[in-house]
């Protein structure tokens, strides 16, 4: 497996959970990372990505309750989500890309249910 997330479960309205995203790629240190999540009979949407600048970028819906980050010795990326809400219920998926190409590497999903 190239991309292992993990960290999915539920939780109340209001609490947190933080989604780990285990890559490896060997060019982890240079790519961008990213989540994108996917809700029963919703199509899937971009939540946030983080540039191999370190740029971050994150969906209107997630700003300011979701961080993403990476920490290139582990080979890892991470999503905290705060403040979740009950819409924040989807299955989600951690990606990885080179520079200058799509979004050309995609893990397996973790499943995030909200509700109280």
């Known amino acids: 497996v190239q991309l292992q997330a993990s960290g999915g479960g539920s939780a109340q309205p209001g609490g947190s959970l933080r989604l780990s995203c285990g890559s490896s790629?060997?060019?982890?240190?240079?790519?961008?990372v990213g989540w994108f999540r996917q809700s029963p009979g919703k199509e899937r949407e971009f939540v946030a990505d983080?540039?191999?600048?370190?740029?971050?970028d994150y969906a209107d819906s997630v700003k300011g309750r979701f961080a993403i980050s990476k920490v290139n010795d582990k080979q890892t990326a991470y999503l905290q989500m705060n403040d979740l809400k009950p819409e924040d219920t989807a299955i989600y998926y951690c990606?990885?890309?080179?520079?200058?190409?799509?979004?050309?590497?995609w893990g397996q999903g973790t499943l995030v249910t909200v509700s109280s």
């Open positions: 990606v990885e890309k080179r520079i200058g190409r799509g979004w050309q590497y």
């Open positions: 790629y060997r060019t982890f240190r240079y790519d961008s």
């Open positions: 983080l540039g191999w600048d370190g740029v971050t």
